[in-house]
């Protein structure tokens, strides 16, 4: 398996890309991971690198701010670019970035390619649950409008990923809305609702959002818009969770106290709600697979990216979407 990463995506990079994927080489033999990106950048970082672990020139990159389309089709060797066509050539098995969320998306549409039968391809995070077996949301933002069918898409590649990557029996799909009654909702959401209802799938019917962390559906169906309004209240709400903790905890000796007793146990909810654990939300409904980083990743988020498209590839997730899109006839 052969897993490329754009080295220069990220606010970070290209240190901490460079420093995950020498951790992920590290630990998984059977995998090689290819850097892409500015190799006179690269090579220096490199000291003492293990065998599975190669450097890909690319000379240009995409910035944070830059327009995704006019980027990805100007500049040709931008290391994002560049990882996609290893990708679509067959010389990589997957790619990963944690650069221009919108450069990525085009560049999974014009250089990996859309699978056949998928008409936008879905941003699909995982959200941590209070049971932890947490929830793939999808779409996030990839788009910010949908139609019916793209909806029905979603439903059908997320219970996929949830099968093959994490090897769940009758996922629980549910549909994000304002109620859960069946005609709740707005022109969309009504119209999907009977789409989804038709899958050989285990549609549960409309999920509330403050039901979303409660462990009420294995994946959750959005649009974009809708999708990335919650991720983003989501994130604002656990920020400032724990910067209301850390100022009540550090008020008076009492309380340091208390937060010294309590420390391992708010450490390990703060890891549960941090987005680092996951690595990253691959692009379903592309021809390759493709891991979106989030902007802020460090190493650790970067190795995890690894293990998730690791999994993905040992899994066969794309043929299997794939066989499963072609087979149901979803756009129908």
Not at 101 to 114: K, N, P, Y
Not at 128 to 147: Q, S, Y
Not at 309 to 327: F, H, M, P, V, W
Request: net charge positive; with cysteine; proline share 4%.
């Amino acid at each position: 398996m052969r897993i490329a990463i754009d080295a220069m995506g990220g606010d970070f990079a290209p240190g901490c890309n460079v420093e995950g994927a020498i951790a992920a080489a590290r630990q998984w033999s059977d995998i090689e991971i290819v850097l892409v990106g500015d190799s006179s950048v690269l090579k220096p970082l490199l000291a003492n690198k293990p065998s599975n672990l190669s450097v890909h020139h690319a000379g240009e990159v995409i910035g944070a701010e830059e327009e995704p389309v006019k980027a990805v089709r100007r500049k040709k060797d931008a290391s994002m670019v560049v990882a996609g066509r290893l990708v679509r050539s067959g010389e990589a098995d997957a790619m990963i970035s944690a650069g221009n969320t919108g450069a990525l998306m085009t560049t999974g549409l014009l250089v990996v390619g859309r699978m056949e039968g998928i008409e936008r391809p879905g941003l699909a995070p995982m959200l941590p649950t209070m049971d932890d077996r947490g929830v793939l949301a999808l779409d996030l933002g990839a788009n910010m409008d949908a139609k019916p069918e793209h909806l029905v898409q979603y439903a059908l590649m997320g219970s996929v990923y949830r099968e093959k990557v994490h090897g769940m029996e009758r996922t629980r799909v549910g549909l994000l809305n304002v109620g859960t009654e069946a005609l709740k909702g707005n022109e969309l959401t009504k119209a999907a609702y009977p789409l989804l209802k038709k899958l050989p799938i285990n549609f549960i019917g409309n999920v509330e959002s403050r039901d979303v962390l409660s462990g009420a559906c294995d994946v959750l169906v959005c649009d974009g818009f809708a999708g990335n309004i919650m991720l983003k209240a989501l994130e604002g709400t656990a920020g400032a969770l724990f910067s209301i903790l850390k100022k009540e905890f550090t008020k008076s000796l009492k309380t340091k106290l208390a937060a010294a007793v309590l420390m391992p146990e708010l450490r390990g909810l703060k890891s549960k709600m941090d987005y680092k654990e996951h690595g990253g939300a691959p692009l379903l409904g592309l021809n390759g697979l493709v891991i979106k980083g989030h902007g802020s990743s460090d190493a650790g988020a970067i190795k995890n990216a690894v293990r998730q498209a690791r999994a993905a590839l040992q899994s066969q997730l794309i043929q299997s979407i794939t066989k499963e899109i072609t087979g149901k006839r979803v756009t129908d």
